[in-house]
């Protein structure tokens, strides 16, 4: 997985996902701010307001 997350990195990817067996059993998603390489774990439901308050962080910066 960290040769995906550096691609995503090289690629200029600013969020990615980690989706694996773990957090589908949990019901939760990894979220990874690519751009300061914070990340947490946060519910499914929860999923797109997470996103949508990281591309509000990403425009704030700008």
């Known amino acids: 997985m960290k040769n995906q997350l550096s691609k995503a990195s090289e690629l200029g990817v600013l969020i990615t996902l980690v989706l694996g067996p773990k957090e589908m059993e949990l019901n939760k998603v990894t979220v ?4 300061t390489e914070e990340q947490k774990v946060v519910n499914l439901e929860d999923l797109v307001d997470e996103i949508f308050d990281l591309i509000d962080s990403f425009e704030e910066d700008e």
């Open 32 to 35: 990874k701010n690519m751009k």
